[in-house]
């Protein structure tokens, strides 16, 4: 099924130039934008990938991960292929560099998605995977279908996506996961994309009141050094809120980056150090076995509040978003 694109304009000669996001492929006839999934029909953009999920799964929220954004519930998770980004160590590759048609998919409507959702208990609804900006009319017809069946929305995103569509989104989105991936030279080199549009959607979902966490992947020699890990927190805490979780992660090696080694744990574990001692009050480690940095603590008294393994939340002692030893709120959607 072919769905005609929602943020584009027609140029001269059939030319048409797509306004989804900071890329603006100027596209001809016949041909696809950077996203491998939008095409030039005979002078009409077309979203290639509309009701074509390649994978939908039943995640916990925790493997977002949204930490802070309804504890323990499930997620159905969903992506089409495709990505306006190209990062050379992308776990999932497979599907997110990959045309239409390249890889098996199913037909599912919107309303199917919803039906989905309904019928295994999922409260949340996840664009994930690859990069839901680049299948964004469908994941736009099934969050609005989503509310009105008080299912919530949620990204994972690179948050490579231009404001008017963005904010056109927020509208129905609760929350997102938002890949911060490290300083100008790393969108350059590695992900070939920049960071400037990201830092601008970053701020919109954050004044939205979209809920946010952040997730930095630190890869050695790239984004690991001291230097990388204290401008990321100060743009934090100058741009948002020292209340924004942020998640270091490790890398492991994949696609174009095989020749590198994992990330080691001390690092990751050092870099939240740095981050909680520069002010942040939830940081996190994740891809490490971390008891500590996998646990939520109240920012005042200090004691352990959510406890969680392997992506679930085993323990969960928040009461109506407070902590119940000192009654400090506790930021997130808890419920
Ligand atoms: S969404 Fe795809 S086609 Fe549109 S500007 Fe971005 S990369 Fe190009
Ligand atoms: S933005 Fe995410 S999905 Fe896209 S290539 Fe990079 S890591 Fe993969
Ligand atoms: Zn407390």
Not at 51 to 64: G, H, L, Q, T
Not at 219 to 245: A, M
Not at 299 to 314: D, G, I, M, Q
Request: aromatic share 12%; with cysteine.
């Amino acid at each position: 099924m072919l769905k005609e694109a929602l943020f584009y304009e027609k140029l001269k000669n059939k030319l048409v130039k797509c306004k989804l996001c900071p890329r603006g492929c100027v596209i001809k006839p016949n041909g696809y934008g950077n996203c491998n999934v939008r095409k030039n029909v005979d002078g009409k953009l077309y979203s290639m990938v509309y009701a074509k999920p390649v994978s939908i799964a039943f995640d916990p929220v925790e493997k977002k991960p949204l930490f802070h954004f309804l504890p323990g519930e499930r997620a159905l998770s969903i992506a089409t292929v495709g990505c306006n980004f190209h990062c050379v160590y992308c776990q999932n590759w497979e599907i997110s560099q990959a045309k239409p048609n390249e890889v098996p998919f199913s037909l599912v409507y919107p309303e199917e998605i919803v039906k989905k959702a309904k019928i295994h208990e999922c409260k949340i609804i996840s664009y994930t995977y690859t990069e839901p900006t680049v299948f964004y009319e469908y994941m736009l017809d099934i969050a609005k279908l989503a509310k009105k069946e008080k299912i919530k929305n949620t990204t994972v995103t690179n948050a490579f996506i231009n404001k008017e569509p963005l904010k056109r989104l927020c509208k129905f989105l609760d929350a997102s996961n938002i890949d911060f991936k490290g300083p100008e030279k790393h969108y350059q080199e590695l992900c070939g994309g920049w960071r400037k549009p990201v830092e601008e959607a970053i701020k919109i979902m954050y004044e939205n009141k979209v809920w946010i966490e952040l997730t930095y992947l630190i890869i050695p020699g790239h984004n690991d050094k001291e230097k990388d890990i204290r401008e990321t927190v100060k743009w934090i805490k100058e741009n948002l809120s020292v209340e924004v979780p942020l998640h270091f992660t490790a890398f492991y090696p994949a696609y174009k980056m095989l020749d590198k080694e994992a990330t080691k744990p001390e690092t990751v574990i050092k870099a939240r150090k740095i981050a909680i001692k520069l002010g942040l009050k939830y940081v996190y480690t994740g891809n490490i076995i971390d008891e500590e940095g996998s646990t939520t603590y109240c920012p005042e008294c200090k004691k352990p509040l959510v406890k969680r393994t392997a992506f679930y939340s085993v323990e969960n002692k928040i009461v109506d978003g407070k902590c119940p030893y000192c009654n400090t709120k506790i930021a997130g959607v808890w419920k």
